[in-house]
């Protein structure tokens, strides 16, 4: 999967885990992952939480580590700070 910040980029190849990931939330519209531990944030904005996209990943990936949560929260992390993707303080992240 290719992603940038767009207009200016960069273009960032993201594979594997990482991709699968964020081609799940492509499903949901917006595409959005929570901060609370509930699928519903404050806003309304409907999304998936960190760990119930690695409790998904764990359905289709075989021996994901036990700290997948962590390196997968990371990954988002270093996403929005190229500017991918980016955090929305009163709606999500």
């Given at each position: 999967m290719w992603a940038a910040a767009l207009p200016d980029?960069?273009?960032t190849w993201i594979g594997g885990v990482g991709a699968i990931a964020?081609?799940?939330?492509?499903?949901?519209s917006p595409p959005c992952?929570?901060?609370?531990q509930t699928?519903?944030?404050p806003a309304g904005?409907?999304?998936?939480t960190l760990h119930?996209?690695?409790?998904a990943l764990r359905e289709e990936i075989p021996r994901m580590p036990d700290d997948a949560e962590d390196v997968l929260a990371g990954f988002f992390d270093g996403l929005r700070a190229s500017g991918i993707v980016e955090r929305v303080e009163d709606g999500g992240s």
């Open positions: 980029g960069p273009i964020l081609d799940m939330l492509m499903v949901d992952i929570t901060v609370s699928a519903e944030d904005v409907q999304g998936r119930e996209i690695v409790m």
